[in-house]
């Protein structure tokens, strides 16, 4: 009778044994939930990196399921990322300098491409061969608080001109590219996805590269200094996996258009499109890159003066603050 009990507790210790093992290793191949703020839709072009990223199960193999969620633009990601309201998100690399002026402590963990997001995009026979033929013209920009706008005052400033010197309209996410193409401006401070939109809209452009001016920057991942702090594996994963889906656009960006729109049914049978847009952002915004990922700092430092100078921002911080290249193999 004891040898027969002793069996029972025996069996039943290892059932609860196996159990237990069973549940720990559900637990540990769970995938961790993480909310992922866009600064505008994900089925924009532009998040392509990102959307190729999750396709592919970049983000899966680091154990991780993320949830895309648009928020209203780059500063406000930040704000949303600086109270915990999202573990990370997007804005544009110098959005930091914004941000911390407003007492927001968020950085900049990866910026994707080493050229500028912006780009000053004009009618061929309108012949603007420079900035400062912008004088009296009218401009489209998506909105006065976008950094593509002063992105546009940065590459005016560079041939003497301010914003008074022409009319500026602020014409949101798709008049900004539709009211260029109608000719109602000469000229707009254009993003990639923009620039072939107005071309297939029947405008025939010239791009004047906003690097050539006025230095600003690409897309960034930004996260909390607390999370930095607490969770550097975490920003690890997601850096390295975003990373993943931007170097198969540039390594091939056909087959990355191909992927992309097989996963995004809002592009559906637009691969050509796509494949364009990819291609300007090879060529404008993603390329010269050292190291993948990684910020300029001299370059960011450039942005900060202009800010200051331009009253954008109150007074200049340590240029550290903005960026952490740990996560991209820079120093």
Known sequence: MIRRNFKRVAVALSISLLLGIAAQSHAQSAPQEITYLLPAPSVLPAFAPWMLAQAKGYYAAEG?????????????VAKQVGAGNAVIGGAIGDTPIIARAQGIPVKAVAVLGAGSLMQLVTHKDANIQSPRELRGKTITTIAYTDTTYYALLGMMSKSGLTKNDADIQAAGPAGVWQQFAAKKAVAMAGVPDWTVSAQDAGAVVDILPADVYFKSMAQAILASDETIAKNPQLIQKLVRATLKGMADIMKNPKAAADAYVAFVPA???????????????NKYVYANQKVLGQMDEARLAG???????????????????????QFVGGK
């Open 64 to 76: 991780l399921n993320v949830k895309f969620v648009a928020g209203r633009g780059g500063v406000d």
């Open 303 to 325: 942005l900060e003066k202009f800010y200051v100078a331009n009253s954008i921002v109150p007074k200049a911080l340590p240029v550290k603050d903005y960026y952490t290249n």
């Open 267 to 281: 592009h559906k049978g637009k691969e050509d499109y796509v494949r364009r847009v990819f291609e300007q952002y």
